[in-house]
């Protein structure tokens, strides 16, 4: 068939671009390789026999703007957590309750003050940088001008994150929580001279102008089941078991070739897929350097939640923000030399969340009546070189590392708490390669970039561009790309659209 736009991939940014461009009366194609839209962002019964449906892989929301909710119409609710974070320190822990602001600053004792500066510090960031991501590109200086702080533009974006966090905090926990921030999904060190640390850091404070992160109630498959409506809605066609094999184009008409044999032309092609995965399908000569995950993702279903070391706090406290384990300063960068040299980590760094006490919807009735609850897990420092090898044994070898590391800080196994022994899921880089097609297992489809223009010539772009004029990015791998987000999506689509650029 010929549409004016073939979206290649249907995750969450491929179906907020197909909405924006079908409702501007685009005919587009959505050609989406497995079963089911959303790509990371999606929703499935993970255990079967349990109705519990799982963010399976993506699960907060942050950088998903009202704007785009608001534009297209989008009936979702993002539930804001209370407690934002709990790291347990020995028989005691931090609880980072917005709620309590004097409790706060008590557990953080003597970075209190370093604390509220750091996070006032972010939110002005994030006051003035969030709305530029839907616009078109700013110069480097013309972002520094809006930054408008020299001491924080030379901390966050000139010299590593490691040095700020080490002026800042004195207790290594707290060092820690920070820089956890700047390693999700991420394998890399705090005085890492390449700055991706600090990217990535950015990424995580920025979002919604205030650096929250949401559930989404219904979790993360209500968003992309949302786009999906709205987009068929508007009139796009949503083909799903479609894999793409080829593109080719003459700059003009490209011709997408599916695994089945079929042909397919339009005028755009917008990728939703990686950058290494679309300079595949061009067959470009030039190869695009093949991304590397570093994170080990576990789905667990719990008949109750585990006792905690700290009697201070509950498990209903603990879990419903962010449960740091192990994560402290030093403990991360033993971790990450540990991997660096080939083995898995002794003690890794991971967190955990319970998305059912913010949101039990995710849950059947019976379920939530017998007090289950899910528990995710994400673990650091897990490149996708420790899997290489004896795939399922370092896979074993990780799972019972990353449970060992949890079961450090409580009170009790967690396995002890499964609703049944087959309630865990366990997820290295490969096996997220093998779902959803993301090269090496890298979340965020390549390294993470600065949301500005690095060459003059992109100013005024979109940061969704490739060698093709038609070919343009439309997924993660774009500028601004990342995350639950449809900001790359959108962007391709006023690409698309002609809107000023
Ligand atoms: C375990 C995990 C946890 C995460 N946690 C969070 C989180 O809590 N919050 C957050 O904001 N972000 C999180 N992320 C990152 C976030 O989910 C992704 O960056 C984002 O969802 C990417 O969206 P996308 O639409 O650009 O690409 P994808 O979701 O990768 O979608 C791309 C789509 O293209 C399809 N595809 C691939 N190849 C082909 C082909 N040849 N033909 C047709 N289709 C193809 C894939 O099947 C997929 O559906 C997480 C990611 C993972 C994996």
């Known amino acids: 068939m010929h549409a004016d736009v073939i979206v290649v991939g249907g995750g969450h940014n491929g179906l907020v671009a197909a909405a924006y461009l079908a409702g501007a009366g685009r005919s587009v194609l959505v050609l989406e390789r497995r079963p089911q839209l959303g790509g990371a962002a999606c929703s499935d019964a993970v255990f079967p026999g349990w109705d519990a449906h799982l963010s399976r892989y993506s699960y907060l929301v942050s950088l998903l703007p009202a704007l785009i909710v608001d534009e297209l119409g ?3 609710t993002l539930r804001h957590r209370r407690i934002t974070s709990y790291t ?11 709620a309590d602001p004097v409790a706060t600053r008590g557990a953080l004792g003597a970075d209190a003050d370093a604390w509220d500066e750091l996070a006032a510090l972010t939110t002005s960031l994030a006051e003035r940088v969030f709305p530029t991501m839907t616009e078109p590109l700013l110069g480097r200086e013309d972002f520094r001008q809006l930054v408008g702080d020299d001491e924080a533009w030379e901390a966050l974006f000139e010299r590593p994150l490691g040095e700020l966090l080490e002026k800042r905090f004195s207790r290594d926990t707290v060092r820690g929580i920070q820089l956890t921030d700047a390693l999700i999904g991420t394998f890399t060190h705090a005085h890492a001279t390449d700055l991706l640390p600090n990217r990535c850091y950015l990424y995580h404070v920025i979002g919604g102008g205030t650096g929250d992160w949401d559930v ?3 979790g993360m498959g209500r968003i992309s089941g949302e786009l999906a409506r709205v987009a ?4 796009a066609e949503l083909r799903t078991d479609t894999t793409v094999t080829a593109i080719a184009t003459d700059g003009a008409t490209a011709r997408v070739t599916t695994v089945d044999g079929e042909i397919h032309t339009a005028g755009r092609v917008l990728s939703n897929v990686a ?3 679309l300079a595949s399908l061009l067959g470009a000569s030039q190869t695009v350097r093949r991304p590397e995950g570093a994170q080990l993702k576990v789905n667990m279903l719990l008949r109750r939640l585990p006792r905690l070391r700290d009697a201070d706090v509950t498990a209903e406290q ?3 923000g962010t449960f740091h384990v192990n994560e402290g300063y030093e403990q991360l960068d033993t971790a990450y030399r540990q991997a660096s040299a080939g083995t898995i980590p002794e003690l890794p ?7 059912s006490l913010t949101d039990p919807s995710i849950l059947g009735a019976q379920l939530q009546a017998q007090g289950l609850h899910t528990l995710t897990l994400f673990a650091l420092h897990m490149p996708e070189r420790l899997f290489v090898d004896d795939r399922e044994g370092s896979l074993a070898a990780a799972r019972q590392a990353v449970l060992a590391s949890l079961d450090s800080v409580l009170a009790e196994p967690i396995e002890d708490c499964l609703a049944a022994p087959d309630t865990i899921e366990v997820m290295g880089p490969r096996e997220i ?3 959803l097609g993301m090269p090496g297992g890298n979340i965020w489809h390549g390294d993470l970039q600065w949301p500005f223009a690095e060459h003059p010539a992109d100013e005024g772009r979109w940061g969704v561009e490739t060698a093709h004029p038609n070919v343009l990015v439309c997924g993660a791998g774009a500028r601004r790309g990342g995350g639950v987000s449809g900001i790359p999506g959108r962007n391709a689509a006023m690409a698309v659209l002609g809107a000023p650029s």
Request: with cysteine; charged share 20%.
């Open 433 to 435: 390669e093998a779902s």
């Open 349 to 355: 760094p991971c967190e955990v969340y319970c998305h």
């Open 318 to 320: 603990a879990f419903a």
């Open 74 to 76: 989008l009936d979702l």
């Open 232 to 235: 068929a809605e508007r009139g």
């Open 275 to 277: 950058p290494t995965v």
């Open 216 to 218: 989404p109630v219904g």
């Open 88 to 98: 347990p320190v020995g028989d005691a822990g931090i609880l980072v309750d917005n």
